[in-house]
């Protein structure tokens, strides 16, 4: 691939052909779910010249791999484990994304750490970053992300005047890096797709095929028109995350791996809102809290507590919300109310179960698993390490095939839109003059979508009227509505305003005042009719309505119980057991 035109494609033409192919070839592996390790492992294997299908029951990475706190990072507190094995690893991946992988996507983002004892903190707080600083080194890249340095409290305070001089002695600002955690996994599949993997959303596993003890597909039912089918594969490979246990089940495969899901929740405010030009990190009592820059806004999370209840739609409640408050106010001169707050959303972590009753204590390392011939389970881990994770899947699907199969080579291929995206980025006046958009809107469409801008543009060019921006959410375009559906699997406008947009956090309305507008764009890619587009708007007003007063009750069964009073506009249907 030379050139961002060479990608391919995902809209509504490519998931119908995906599905054909699925139903009428053997496969060499079929992938269950589609979040970054999913996406990751269909990947490997298409670059490794297998012949791979991906589905996904809901929207790509609309579970966990579209909730987090979207960082790119090594884990500073597993060093305090002494962990120094999975904080290294996870560094070299930062590199590998920085600089080779998703320099489009990813990119570097400062943080402050306030110490708040004189003497032995600045030295314990310093070795630990120079020792992270040190690890971050990858074979054959730089770091990738400037060094720490050692601030006193005065100049901490010019960096950060939000800061109350009384919460803290001094500071240390190390790096890290960050990543639309959603738009990642949906460029990945892009990738995959353009080396020949054949990806569809909204379509649900709800059994296995079986020879024997062995598993030799999966019957999947498209949940846009409620049709079955059965994918055979040589491999299935199971990457649900939060819902391990539940596909285990499905094949008898109890007692191989057990997935606890840990909730956490982050809060969206403006910018202006806490004056600072880095971010910050702070310790709790459990964990830490991070302060994140996000555009014109912060993320501040997160927490970390067991959740037993609906796995698709985790609830905050007002708890969760007051918690994190709370924290971020003991070091704020001005304090954050709820007020302040547009966006709240709620996400689970799949950590391995272990001997420990506390979620924060359980493991972020993951474990491959073959419980059953033909069928290969993974699960664990974190988003920064997904594609050592889906190597190690791969290397075990090849093993079950029992034929040569190339190594793993993800580490050497760029996402789509990578490609070319430094020059671009160094011509974006050139393209601004061009395409007659404002250059900031240049840079904000190449931090989205790189080199594959000349896809965005083009639509631009074939309608003017696209290059306006959405009437209450003016960071983006009416062109990028379009594009979500024509180019990047969006099947529903809820796909659109939280996983290829995020208006859904990032505006006080919650894309409610956008609905509207951005529910007709997709009317025409989509070929919906007005009943359609009318469906879909009420939907999302009452997903979005139900979100809110969930987020008004104390405890976690309330917020479940209301937010599950929302429908979902695609219905997913509950697995037969075989």
């Not at 990813?106 to 004189?118: A, D, G, I, N, S």
């Not at 971050?136 to 409290?153: E, K, Q, W, Y």
């Not at 971010?279 to 912060?298: A, D, N, Y």
């Not at 559906?485 to 956008?514: W, Y």
Request: negative net charge; aromatic residues 6%.
């Amino acid at each position: 691939m030379t050139s961002g035109r060479c990608a391919a494609r995902l809209g509504p033409a490519e998931r119908a052909e995906a599905l054909e192919r699925m139903a009428s070839e053997e496969l060499d592996v079929v992938v269950v779910g589609g979040g970054v390790v999913g996406a990751g492992i269909a990947l490997d294997a298409a670059t490794r010249g297998l012949d791979v299908a991906l589905v996904e029951a809901r929207d790509y990475a609309s579970g966990t791999s579209s909730r987090s706190s979207k960082l790119i990072h090594g884990g500073l507190r597993y060093l305090e484990q002494l962990n120094f094995e999975l904080v290294r690893e996870a560094l070299q991946e930062r590199a590998l994304l920085l600089q080779r992988i998703a320099p489009h996507l990813v990119r570097p983002v400062p943080f402050l750490f306030p110490m708040t004892h004189y003497g032995w903190e600045r030295p314990y707080v310093g070795a630990g970053v120079a020792l992270y600083d040190t690890l971050g080194f990858a074979t054959g890249l730089t770091r990738g992300v400037p060094g720490h340095r050692h601030l006193s409290r005065s100049r901490a305070l010019r960096l950060a005047p939000a800061l109350k001089k009384t919460a803290f002695t001094g500071a240390v600002q190390y790096w890290d890096a960050q990543v639309d955690d959603a738009r990642y996994v949906m460029m990945m599949l892009r990738t995959a797709a353009t080396y020949g993997a054949h990806i569809a959303p909204r379509a649900q596993v709800v059994g296995f095929l079986r020879e024997g003890e062995r598993v030799t597909g999966v019957r999947v039912r498209d949940l846009e028109l409620g049709e079955d089918f059965e994918v055979r594969a040589r491999q299935v490979v199971n990457a649900t995350g939060v819902w391990t246990d539940d596909i285990q089940e499905l094949v008898g495969g109890r007692g191989q791996i057990h997935v606890r899901a840990s909730k956490g929740i982050h809060l969206v405010v403006p910018r202006d809102r806490i004056h600072s030009v880095t971010g910050i990190i702070l310790r709790t009592e459990k964990s830490v809290l991070f302060v994140i820059p996000w555009g014109r806004h912060w993320i501040i999370g997160t927490t970390d507590t067991e959740w037993t209840l609906d796995k698709s739609h985790p609830a905050a409640s007002r708890t969760d919300i007051d918690y994190l408050l709370d924290h971020v106010n003991a070091v704020l001169s001005v304090p954050l109310t709820r007020d302040d707050v547009e966006g709240v959303y709620a996400g689970l972590r799949p950590l391995l179960s272990g001997e420990s009753d506390e979620t924060s204590k359980l493991s972020r390392e993951h474990v491959v698993a073959h419980p059953v011939p033909g069928l290969v389970m993974i699960a664990g881990g974190k988003y920064t390490t997904y594609r050592v994770m889906a190597q190690d899947a791969v290397d075990a699907v090849a093993h079950g095939l029992d034929q040569r199969v190339p190594r793993s080579c993800t580490d050497r291929i760029p996402l789509v839109g990578a490609e070319g995206y430094q020059a671009l980025w160094n011509s974006r006046h050139r393209l601004a003059h061009e395409s007659g958009l404002h250059v900031a809107r240049i840079e904000h469409l190449l931090q989205r979508y790189g080199s594959l801008i000349d896809e965005v543009l083009e639509l631009i060019e074939r309608d003017p009227s696209l290059a306006r921006p959405l009437a209450g959410a003016d960071d983006y375009l009416r062109a990028e509505i379009v594009y979500a559906a024509t180019h990047e699997g969006a099947r529903h406008l809820n796909d659109v305003l939280t996983r290829r947009t995020r208006i859904s956090i990032e505006t006080f309305h919650r894309g409610v005042a956008v609905a509207q507008e951005a529910a007709e764009l997709l009317a025409e890619p989509l070929d919906w009719d007005g009943e359609q587009v009318k469906r879909e708007v009420e939907y999302y007003t009452k997903r979005v309505e139900a979100e809110r007063r969930s987020q008004e009750q104390d405890s976690d069964h309330e917020a479940d119980a209301i937010r599950l009073g929302a429908p979902e506009i695609v219905p997913v249907v509950v697995p037969e057991h075989t």
